[in-house]
């Protein structure tokens, strides 16, 4: 099953210049959604003002090497790495699931659009594993640590708004990999009935279309403007402003011990690490 | 003074929604991030705004105490057990900032063992006075109990 081309099947049935065409389809639909998005909400109006805002607070000027350098920090930290987030579960699936993601969407591209740089056994494989990766991180996420359910004592099954991002990629990955083990089962003679495949491949596109058409109303547009954020919040640290946020004080310094004399009086002059204080419990008390 | 999301810096953590005392953070339906569900209910008691892990919460002054354009903003740092605010004026003429220890001992290190301890008797459960209440903090047949008549004195500043 996991060498197999799932788009192999439904060449008969569907020529590849209408998948190709449904492919750039979808990349369209994300970019307007994005824009669309970026204009209603006009979070790019407010990253503008808000970085102008910070600018006149700052302390030093930040070169452009300097800018140059933050951003592949913010790359490597916040992006590649999901580093912004505090607690590592979450890290993990969101990891799972971005990098399953990525590599599901571009190893279907790539296979429909006949790249010919890698193996198509090596591309199927690759799909299979996106889907996997995607639908492991996806489902953890969604039973244990979303949010809603872990701080908000809602139950697993209550959907909202703010649930079509994560329920459409969920589908996407449970449904292509239901329609792969079909396509394979009936290869095999074990299932006799294709419409199940035909059936499953048409949920599998349905939820693909809902994923890439609603970036406009789902929070698919948090890949473009988290980034933006983490870059900025680097900036304003480097040049001093910090969002106004008090400056990170070395407890043994002399010179901070000085400043703050209730620090060696009440603490010591070299105070011990206190632990993860309230982060000891997870934040599920409700 | 009620608290607000700045919904950029928020990530869905729910730290500030299991904290509030008021159970007046919760999680937006529509975008996932958090938000104060009643502002005028809010106590400014400033914990989800110390318990946020990305500083993305802010307390909003009301303006005829604290003009638009003020700044109170605070970093709690559980590891080096202190708390740090910074208060900056409108016109930026006044910028200060303020460190103060929140414990001397980590964390979870000085919990009361009160499994450990005796049960109370008969005659403790029929008083009125909690159990293990100091009596130098109750009210006594003969008179009301002072510092000076229990040997005690008030030191300056914060002793735990």
Known sequence: ?286 | MPTFVYMTRCDGCGQCVDICPSDIMHIDKTLRRAYNIEPNMCWECYSCVKACPHHAIDVRGYADFAPLGHSVRVHRDEEKGTIAWRIKFRNGKKDMELLAPITTKPWGSCIPQLANEAAPADSMRNTELLYNEPKYVAMNDNALMTLESNGLEIKEGVYY
């Open chain 1, 1 to 286: 099953m996991f060498t197999t081309n799932p788009f192999d099947a439904i060449t008969s049935l569907i020529s590849t210049d209408v998948m190709q065409m449904y492919v750039i389809l979808m990349a369209v639909l994300v970019a307007a959604g994005t824009i669309l998005d970026m204009m209603h909400k006009k979070s790019a109006k407010y990253f503008f003002e808000n970085a102008q805002k910070a600018q006149k607070n700052a302390k030093r000027t930040v070169s452009t090497g300097e800018k140059a350098g933050l951003a592949v920090a913010t790359i490597a930290n916040e992006v590649l790495t999901s580093g912004e987030f505090s607690n590592p579960k979450r890290r993990l699936s969101h990891l799972l699931t971005m990098y399953g993601f990525i590599i599901f969407v571009a190893s279907s591209a790539l296979i429909i659009f006949g790249c010919d740089t890698f193996a198509t056994t090596t591309l199927a494989q690759a799909w299979h594993i996106g889907a996997l990766m995607l639908a492991i991180g996806g489902y953890w996420f969604w039973f244990f640590i979303r949010v809603d359910v872990n701080s908000e004592g809602v139950k697993w099954y209550q959907l909202r708004r703010a649930d079509i991002f994560i329920v459409s990629l969920l589908l996407t990955a449970t449904f292509a990999l239901i329609w792969s083990y079909l396509q394979h089962k009936g290869t095999t003679g074990a299932v006799a009935d294709m419409g199940w495949t035909t059936l499953f491949f048409a949920f599998f596109i349905i939820s693909n279309t809902v994923l890439f058409s609603t970036v406009m109303w789902s929070k698919f547009a948090h890949m473009f403007f988290k980034p933006a954020a983490a870059f900025q919040k680097r900036v304003a640290h480097a040049d001093g402003s910090n969002e106004n946020l008090p400056g990170d004080f070395d407890l043994s310094s002399p010179e901070v011990q000085a400043r703050f004399p209730d620090i060696p009086e009440y603490m010591g002059k070299n105070p011990e690490n206190m632990g993860a204080g309230i982060r000891r419990e997870a934040a599920n008390h409700y």
